[in-house]
């Protein structure tokens, strides 16, 4: 049992260190004034790298933009997900099943197969270069994932519970948003952190589809430390890393003791 017990530690380290290597190197790269490719002590230990970063122009607007794309897309997506998902996992409806299907295909249709097309909708709705276009279109391609996720929340929830609220006179808007909501409130977190997620790190369609350089999300704003024949300001973009990774750290740090209790519907059905 030692040989078999072994391997499979000698993997798991391996993989430890593929993903702790780039922590490294980002942590190593930021305070040196000379930072490379190379994970290594800083020679010349500096905050130079940072403070060419935070200021208005690199990293706050930038920053803020990503924000206000990402809150919006998680937001959006949220809502019209949980409406969709509500009849699909409470009524018998005739296409739920192939609709189910299909929402379950499009989560593995990529974005760049679509994006010619969405252009030209853009340009024609006058949509180009709009924070609220680019929003609405990453919600939208955000939305198959959700819906699939909300409705696997919302079927671990007892109809029991609905049906006592529908026999007090509650409509079915009513019990969703006094029954369901509550109990599945860390679903609706997961999907909102899962889609927030998923946009803040979305680089090409804001990419397409803003042209105003103070428009440009975080995301984006990562590729203006790529310099001409191949010069990059290795340190900067250490830095800038850092910065970029804190919204994400931040959001996973507030609500993850509330996330730690799951779904807590003990008693809530009497036998």
């Known amino acids: 049992m030692r040989g078999p017990r072994l391997v499979?530690?000698?993997?798991?380290?391996?993989?430890?260190?593929?993903?702790?290597?780039?922590?490294l190197w980002l942590l190593t790269a930021s305070f040196d004034t000379h930072g490379s490719l190379a994970a290594k002590v800083p020679g010349d230990f500096t905050l130079a790298n940072f403070g060419q970063i935070l200021n208005w122009e690199v990293g706050g607007r930038p920053l803020v933009n990503g924000l206000l794309i990402s809150g919006g897309t998680?937001?959006?997506?949220?809502?019209?997900?949980?409406?969709?998902?509500y009849p699909l996992s409470r009524f018998q409806l005739r296409f739920r099943?192939?609709?189910?299907?299909?929402?379950?295909?499009?989560t593995g249709l990529p974005v760049t197969a679509i994006m010619v097309p969405v252009y030209g909708l853009f340009v024609r709705l006058s949509l180009v270069d709009?924070?609220?276009g680019t929003t609405v279109f990453l919600a939208a391609t955000a939305l198959p994932m959700a819906i699939w996720m909300c409705k696997n929340f919302m079927d671990g929830i007892p109809v029991s519970l609905e049906e006592a609220a529908w026999v007090d006179g509650a409509s079915s808007l009513q019990a969703l948003r006094s029954?369901?909501?509550?109990?599945?409130?860390?679903?609706?977190?997961?999907?909102?952190?899962?889609?927030?997620?998923?946009?803040?790190?979305?680089?090409?369609?804001?990419?397409?589809?803003?042209?105003?350089?103070?428009?440009?999300?975080?995301?984006?704003?990562?590729?203006?430390?790529?310099?001409?024949?191949?010069?990059v300001a290795y340190g900067q973009?250490?830095?800038?890393?850092?910065?970029?990774?804190?919204?994400?750290?931040?959001?996973?740090?507030?609500?993850?003791?509330?996330?730690?209790?799951?779904f807590s519907m003990a008693g809530a059905v009497k036998a």
Not at 9 to 22: D, G, K, M, W
Not at 74 to 85: C, D, E, F, N, T
Not at 97 to 106: A, D, E, V
């Open 237 to 262: 973009l250490a830095a800038y890393s850092i910065l970029y990774t804190t919204p994400v750290l931040a959001l996973y740090l507030v609500v993850s003791r509330w996330l730690g209790g799951g």
């Open 97 to 106: 099943r192939p609709f189910l299907y299909t929402i379950l295909f499009t």
């Open 8 to 23: 499979v530690n000698l993997v798991l380290l391996a993989v430890a260190v593929l993903f702790v290597a780039p922590l």
């Open 130 to 132: 709009s924070l609220l």
């Open 179 to 231: 029954i369901v909501l509550p109990l599945m409130a860390p679903g609706v977190a997961v999907v909102g952190i899962f889609t927030f997620i998923t946009a803040w790190g979305n680089f090409f369609v804001p990419f397409v589809l803003l042209l105003d350089p103070d428009k440009m999300p975080a995301s984006v704003g990562i590729f203006s430390f790529f310099g001409q024949n191949g010069l």
């Open 74 to 85: 998680a937001i959006i997506a949220v809502i019209v997900a949980v409406l969709a998902a």
